[in-house]
């Protein structure tokens, strides 16, 4: 299949700033950790998407996705649905990880360009655009077996800067030591918009 094009609409959508990375993010060549142990797109969750992230230069995470028979929608192919919910661990972990801002994701685009086998390993590129306010924009490439291979997806997010109440409240009171890497305690953040 040749390069696809589909039709280009602006990112980020609203004017931005330049991401300002914390100063305690992790540096290139950072293998990271789980976030959580039993988060479907990172833990030690069976059937999960067992996905593994990298620090990269110039504010890149790459992450990994090996996609099995368990994560199947047509037969021997990757079900849509979860090649999303690998774009959006691969996004959160860029702005979780780099920006250290407590963040959920608010919408979420996905370009599908070429079918993704059982047996592949999806290569995913994240960035951080760009800032709003509460509002932070990434997007990143997914690559077919290698991190040059064919592009078989793209994603665009938007990512809302949220209070850490948001998880004890809504989520587990715990949720903040239940995190398995820093950011982990309150003072790891930038709460800050
Ligand atoms: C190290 C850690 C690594 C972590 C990796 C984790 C990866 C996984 C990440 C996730 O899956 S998070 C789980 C899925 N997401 C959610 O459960 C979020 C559910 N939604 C909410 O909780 C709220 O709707 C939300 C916090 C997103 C926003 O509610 P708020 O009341 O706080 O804010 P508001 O609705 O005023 O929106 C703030 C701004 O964002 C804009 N916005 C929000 N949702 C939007 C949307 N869908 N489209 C466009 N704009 C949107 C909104 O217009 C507004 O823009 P302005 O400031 O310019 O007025």
Known sequence: MSEKRRPATPWPPVET???RFHPEAPGPG???AMHYAECFG???VDNGLHMRS???DGGVVYSKFPVTRAHQGAPGLAHGGLLACAFDEALGSAVG???RRPAVTGKLETDFLRPVPVGTTLFIAARVDGVAGRKIYAS?????DSADGPVALRARGLFVQVGLEHFTNHG???ALSKFTQQPRRREDWDINP
Request: glycine share 14%.
């Open 17 to 19: 700033e330049a991401p």
């Open 42 to 44: 990172c833990g030690d």
């Open 97 to 99: 990880n780099l920006l």
């Open 30 to 32: 950072t293998e990271l």
């Open 54 to 56: 990298t620090v990269g």
């Open 172 to 174: 587990d009171p715990d």
């Open 140 to 144: 990143a490439d997914g690559h077919l």
